[in-house]
């Protein structure tokens, strides 16, 4: 099973930018899915997740109304849209995938499977 994140770059605050994170090797419909993001120097918090069980969506209080997750089964990848972006949304951003059903383990266990990374950073 591998992941391939891509999509990060430098942005201005207030801009947008789409990860996308394509899982190979498995189908991706039968595992839950979602993104960790780790700022300098931080934990790794988790950001958003989608459960394979019946596709409801968890994202992060922090940013709920700024973030959304989604995925394309065709192909095999999965997306994060981040709007209106702020310096403090810079990080790596990293997809992971789980075989479990639900963001509930998803969110509180280590998730099987991890793409490498992407960077966000949000500057003028």
């Known amino acids: 099973v591998q992941l391939q994140a891509s999509g990060g770059g430098l942005v201005q605050p207030g801009g947008s930018l789409r990860l996308s994170c394509v899982v190979s090797g498995v189908t991706l419909g039968d595992y839950t899915i979602g993104w960790f993001r780790q700022a300098p120097g931080k934990e790794r918090d988790w950001v958003s997740c989608?459960?394979?069980?019946?596709?409801?969506?968890t994202t992060a209080d922090s940013v709920k109304d700024r973030f959304a997750i989604s995925r394309n089964n065709a192909l095999n990848t999965v997306y994060l849209q981040m709007n209106s972006l702020q310096p403090d949304d810079t990080a790596v951003y990293y997809c992971?995938?789980?075989?479990?059903?639900?963001?509930?383990?998803?969110?509180?266990?280590?998730?099987?499977?991890w793409g490498q990374g992407t960077l966000v950073t949000v500057s003028s």
């Open positions: 989608l459960a394979s069980s019946n596709g409801s969506t």
């Open positions: 992971a995938a789980d075989r479990g059903q639900h963001c509930i383990t998803f969110l509180t266990t280590t998730p099987d499977y």
